[in-house]
């Protein structure tokens, strides 16, 4: 919101201007110096409070305090009091070893999603976001738990969880006959493209109409899905499910599923950027469609601010666009890399739970990336579902890794190494000039510019006909003639 945000702003200029007075940077006997630089920090801060607001909605509630944003945590204490006095005297205990560790783990999943979704939190979140954040981490203490595990015993403890699982699976290669009109087949001359209309074509289209949302910038999504299918021809030596046809990567996917999900997602940004915040506590609405749509519109933001990334700005900015592209990439694949090490179908529902997992929290870690690259001064600290979501996939690379590092480490062909080389020498190449050599000579240019400008107020005749010397006492003060005027 933006009120909270300008106050915040202005304790943080007075700080800044008490800490240079504190310091000795400031003469707190000259009052003009002072005056010059608190009004040079509020100058500063108005202008960064100005971007805000021009990037982020107006929000109107009612502070209504609903269930879902109060803490529960006497009636969560007495429902999980009442649970384990159950299990405790009630219950007779199974005697099968398995099924009470299954419970065992449930019980302990339970009571840390609990914990964090039921108490009292120093950020006014809603329930909701507040489940996704305990689901992180139980996500990450699980991928941890398979990273120390053996290869052998990891891929048998997935059964424990599905009993089909644990067992190796053949790779579908996508590749093969590229034609897109067979003649040779005269029953169904576009057999090739029917082939390829499977369950992840509307899978690609509704995981970029997602990113889209999380991004909310048409270039960076462009770039993520052009880089992947780059990555696509670079590993399919390594998993020959990345084996497909030239029109499959670039028409099916690039243009039709990617281009038309990050079209649909952008008409989408545009909607909720137009959108009226406004919101109003459940029981203070009268009608009971009024009703029904306060509570769809739950799950929207609750205010909008546009990303507007700037990467070229500064090199902060720029690595951390970079650093962004390149999680984004990591993620992408570890989808790939972990179906083959832990042999799971692509069909299966721990699959698309996993990618229901990243729709809900890569949203919020989103907005906190762009919090703390926006606005580093009140967002000291990088946020922590974003820290948790690049711990996950960190996790996942080094569980890929370990499982199978004899597939990882096959060799690149030699063009594709070459190739690499050739982009990332040129992305070297562009930064040092935009944000080093294109500084030096700018910074060059403006000293010429003023040592060129110096001579011509050095010889601006005066008042008395006599001309100022060129001295450093003049350039600093003026004329003696001027100072003896300033004090007199």
Avoid at 410 to 418: D, M, N, T, Y
Wanted: one cysteine or more.
């Amino acid at each position: 919101m933006t009120k909270p945000e300008s106050k915040k702003s202005g304790v943080a200029a007075g700080k800044s201007v008490g800490e240079q007075v504190n310091n000795g940077s400031v003469d707190p006997a000259c009052p003009d110096q002072s005056t010059a630089i608190k009004a040079k920090v509020m100058k500063q801060t108005s202008r960064e409070n100005l971007h805000r607001r021009n990037t982020e909605c107006e929000v109107y509630d009612d502070g209504t305090n609903t269930f879902f944003w109060r803490a529960h945590t006497v009636t969560v204490l007495f429902i999980l009091t009442c649970a384990l006095v159950y299990v405790t005297l009630l219950e007779e205990t199974p005697q099968d070893t398995a099924y009470n560790t299954k419970r065992k783990l449930s019980c302990n999943v339970f009571i840390i999603c609990f914990f964090i979704v039921f108490k009292k939190h120093s950020t006014n979140l809603v329930s909701y976001w507040r489940f996704w954040l305990c689901v992180t981490v139980v996500y990450e203490l699980f991928l941890i738990f398979i990273l120390f595990q053996t290869v052998h015993d990891g891929r048998q403890f997935m059964k424990y969880i599905d009993p089909k699982l644990g067992v190796p699976l053949p790779e579908r290669d996508y590749g093969g006959n590229c034609l897109i009109y067979d003649p040779g087949n005269t029953t169904d001359p576009f057999h090739n493209i029917w082939d390829k209309m499977d369950g992840f074509v509307p899978a690609h289209f509704l995981g970029w109409y997602i990113k889209t949302l999380m991004i909310r910038d048409w270039w960076m999504c462009m770039i993520i899905s052009v880089m992947f299918e780059f990555l696509e021809y670079s590993l399919e030596h390594q998993l020959p499910n990345f084996s497909e046809c030239w029109w499959d990567h670039w028409i099916m996917d690039v243009l039709v599923c990617n281009g038309l999900g990050i079209y649909c997602g952008m008409k989408t940004l545009a909607w909720l950027s137009m959108k009226p915040y406004q919101w109003q506590g459940l029981w203070n609405i009268p009608t009971y469609k009024g009703k029904i749509k306060r509570i769809a519109f739950q799950f929207t933001p609750y205010s909008w601010v546009k990303f507007e990334w700037k990467p070229a700005s500064n090199l902060r900015r720029w690595l951390a666009v970079l650093g962004i592209i390149f999680m984004f990439l990591l993620a992408e694949l570890n989808t790939f890399y972990l179906k083959f090490v832990l042999w799971m179908p692509p069909e299966h529902y721990l699959v698309l739970l996993r990618l229901v997992f990243f729709v809900n929290v890569g949203g919020v870690a989103m907005r906190e990336i762009y919090d703390f690259m926006d606005d580093p001064k009140f967002h000291k600290k990088l946020g922590q579902q974003a820290w948790l979501v690049s711990a996950i996939t960190v996790t996942e690379f080094l569980i890929v890794v370990k499982y199978d590092p004899h597939t990882i480490m096959l060799p690149i062909p030699s063009l594709i190494i070459q190739c690499w080389f050739l982009g990332i020498l040129l992305i070297l190449i562009w930064t040092m000039w935009r944000f080093f050599i294109r500084d030096i000579t700018l910074r060059y240019k403006e000293t010429r510019r003023r040592k060129q400008e110096a001579p011509a107020d050095w010889d601006r005749p005066l008042g008395n006909g006599s001309t100022a010397a060129p001295s450093g006492r003049s350039k600093l003060n003026g004329s003696s003639e001027t100072l003896r005027q300033r004090k007199s």
